[in-house]
């Protein structure tokens, strides 16, 4: 790439699982510029997609420090505790650069930043998290969990050295709106990127009559309304497969029950594969794609699905409305309308024409905006623009 460079680079992030899957490249391509890396987490969120996730960090050669605060608890004295950990790392270790991504590793990072007085921090705001997820019927836990956390971020946003990536263009007017941030700090990179590589060889005339829904097993990423619009439509389709695929052991307050799962299993109207490490396979072979949840950053499994030749249902929400074109790669949903899902997967299902010029054109979507090598150089110059300023400043 032409850099080099003799900073210190330390990732913060909920757990290993997500930094293997969304951050890895960035942090080896800039080990390769010459950046010092290390990574902080707190506990994992699925044992079942930790194990091979640190494998993966352990062999790129990244120091991995685990923290005691994990992505979904709110027991006051584990977070404090995990919080000092972070802090107190931090000043040992001075990093000139911290990159914080996840709800938490932003929040915890934001904070203990601040505390160690660290130069230059970036903050990945991946969506806005569990914490700004709309709901109904969230109950009053739920409630002061959003409110906490926002007022905690007023602190941890207020760096006076930070540049903010936002994936979307709704969280990014949703953090000039609060005030985290103001327009000089903020960066859109639309996703972390997708190894397009590993999708040249798709044949979209060659794909299966099958529909997959890639994602942790959480009723926010629209597991339930999925399988009630397969209950609709298989019968009308009973030589279509319809697959979930994600790890259903995670800690989220959002969780399906494995038993509710092995129920739809029972019935005929799932495949449920749990945790795949990688994707590729499934893409390659899928004909749709469907992710009706309530609110993203920008879903990589989205993007990796375009890359792949797949037709896309998503739903009108933040982050997943702008990874797909309507009406050219895609379709969407509103949020949690069971009946527009289902119409919208048995349209596709029965419009074979359609499908594939939705494949065709996420293809070169995916290609021209998408490309895991565009979204690590904009993140390394940022790293390079922090470290700069921060130089100056001492």
């Known amino acids: 790439m032409g850099r080099r460079s003799s900073g210190k680079l330390c990732f913060v992030v909920n757990h290993g699982a997500f930094f293997a899957s969304h951050r890895l490249p960035i942090a080896e391509s800039a080990m390769?510029?010459?950046?010092?890396?290390?990574?902080?987490?707190?506990?994992?969120?699925?044992?079942?997609?930790?194990?091979?996730?640190?494998?993966?960090?352990?062999?790129?050669?990244?120091?991995?420090?685990?923290?005691?605060?994990?992505?979904?608890?709110?027991?006051?004295?584990?977070?404090?505790?995990?919080?000092?950990?972070?802090?107190?790392?931090?000043?040992?270790?001075?990093?000139?650069?911290?990159?914080?991504?996840?709800?938490?590793?932003?929040?915890?990072?934001?904070?203990?930043?601040?505390?160690?007085?660290?130069?230059?921090?970036?903050?990945?705001?991946?969506g806005m998290g569990y914490a700004f997820t709309p709901v109904s019927n969230g109950g009053i836990a739920r409630y002061v969990i959003s409110h906490v956390y926002r007022a905690l971020a007023g602190f941890a946003f207020g760096h006076d050295n930070k540049r903010v990536i936002v994936q979307n263009g709704d969280d990014r007017q949703t953090l000039l709106q609060s005030g985290l941030a103001c327009v000089q700090e903020l960066i859109l990179i639309p996703g972390s990127g997708v190894d397009l590589s590993s999708f040249q060889s798709v044949r979209i005339e060659e794909k299966s009559k099958l529909v997959v829904l890639p994602a942790r097993m959480l009723r926010d990423k629209g597991v339930a309304e999925y399988v009630d619009a397969i209950r609709r439509i298989k019968k009308h389709v009973p030589d279509w497969r319809f697959v979930l695929a994600g790890a259903a052991d995670y800690h989220n307050p959002s969780s399906v029950p494995v038993e509710q799962i092995e129920q739809w299993q029972h019935e005929g109207l799932v495949d449920w594969l749990g945790h795949v490490e990688n994707m590729v396979t499934y893409y390659t072979d899928a004909s749709i794609v469907c992710l009706p949840s309530y609110r993203e950053g920008m879903p990589k499994a989205l993007l990796e699905a375009a890359a792949a030749g797949c037709a896309v249902i998503t739903t009108d929400a933040v982050g997943c409305r702008e990874a797909i074109l309507p009406g050219v790669t895609g379709e969407l949903v509103p949020v949690r309308d069971v009946e527009r899902l289902s119409e919208a997967i048995l349209g596709l299902i029965n419009d074979k024409k359609r499908r594939e010029a939705y494949g065709v054109a996420g293809m070169q979507l995916a290609k021209s905006r998408y490309g895991i090598d565009a979204v690590i150089s904009s993140t390394l110059d940022i790293y390079e623009d922090l470290l700069n300023v921060g130089q100056q400043k001492l």
């Not at 194990?51 to 608890?73: C, M, N, W, Y």
């Not at 000092?84 to 650069?97: A, C, E, G, K, N």
């Open 32 to 126: 390769r510029a010459g950046w010092q890396v290390t990574l902080v987490t707190g506990q994992a969120g699925s044992a079942q997609m930790e194990l091979p996730s640190v494998e993966k960090i352990a062999a790129a050669g990244i120091q991995h420090t685990r923290t005691f605060f994990r992505s979904d608890s709110v027991n006051p004295i584990r977070e404090l505790i995990g919080l000092i950990q972070l802090t107190s790392y931090l000043i040992r270790t001075r990093p000139d650069v911290v990159h914080c991504v996840s709800p938490k590793g932003v929040l915890y990072g934001g904070i203990a930043a601040r505390l160690a007085r660290i130069q230059s921090i970036v903050l990945a705001v991946s």
